[in-house]
């Protein structure tokens, strides 16, 4: 079965810094990996996807993954966090591999804390 | 143009009582998804409607139900309420060309 995991509850980073919100998977087949992004009372927002092709993924708000198949990680990074990129991070996989409609399982979320 | 609208915002109800929940899509999606989001936990898929069927199932109780309509909006119903069905309950719809999922802002129910 797919399933991704994201170790850290919370990453606490300061304003300006990198930061990375790890992400790690299991699939069988090919990963259909995405990161979206939770604010408070509110649904999810799309970031980036990764289907095939380059390793580095760029998505919104400056944000990009890595794609890394040997250690089966997807790790989130922006190179200098702000203030606003503070919010809940859930990394995903889609079931069942290639199918555009097939679900997405979810992990549990990282809660991103960036301090002026 | 309209991203997908979700209704109502907040509810409460009792224990043993029934909910219904509305999903109107993004403009031009026809594929519509409902996920069960508890507290402190990711989004868990419900089921999945295409062309008025449910297509996918999660792993929920037949309690979850729902319906979709021909202008594909879409309810999720919800029967003899437990405490734990308290969550977030988020709709989704699909960009069959990217495979993006776009989300709604959810439906917060309370059980008492």
């Known amino acids: 079965a797919q399933s991704v995991a994201q170790p850290e509850d919370q990453v606490n980073v300061a304003e300006g810094n990198p930061l990375t919100v790890k992400c790690t998977y299991s699939?069988?087949?090919?990963?259909?990996l995405f990161w979206y992004v939770q604010y408070p009372n509110r649904g999810l927002q799309f970031l980036l996807k990764?289907?095939?092709?380059?390793?580095l993924v760029k998505g919104s708000y400056g944000f990009e993954a890595e794609f890394n198949k040997s250690q089966t990680s997807f790790h989130l990074k922006k190179p200098s966090a702000l203030v606003s990129d503070s919010a809940l991070y859930f990394c995903?996989?889609?079931?069942?591999?290639?199918?555009?409609?097939?679900?997405?399982?979810f992990g549990t979320g990282t809660l991103l804390a960036v301090q002026p | 143009d309209a991203g997908v609208t979700q209704s109502p915002t907040h509810l409460i109800k009792t224990r043993g009582q029934q909910v219904t929940l509305r999903c109107s899509p993004k403009s031009g999606h026809d594929t519509v998804s409902w996920y069960q989001q508890a507290l402190g936990q990711g989004p868990q898929f419900i089921f999945q409607y295409y062309e008025e069927e449910e297509r996918q199932r999660g792993n929920f109780p037949d309690r979850f139900s729902g319906h979709q309509f021909p202008n594909y909006s879409s309810e999720l119903n919800v029967n003899a309420l437990l405490l734990g069905d308290s969550a977030l309950y988020l709709c989704a719809t699909q960009d069959l060309n990217t495979g993006e999922l776009f989300f709604g802002e959810g439906s917060r129910l309370t059980v008492l």
């Open positions: 699939v069988s087949g090919n990963p259909y």
């Open positions: 995903a996989v889609r079931d069942g591999g290639g199918g555009a409609t097939n679900k997405l399982i």
């Open positions: 990764y289907i095939t092709g380059d390793n």
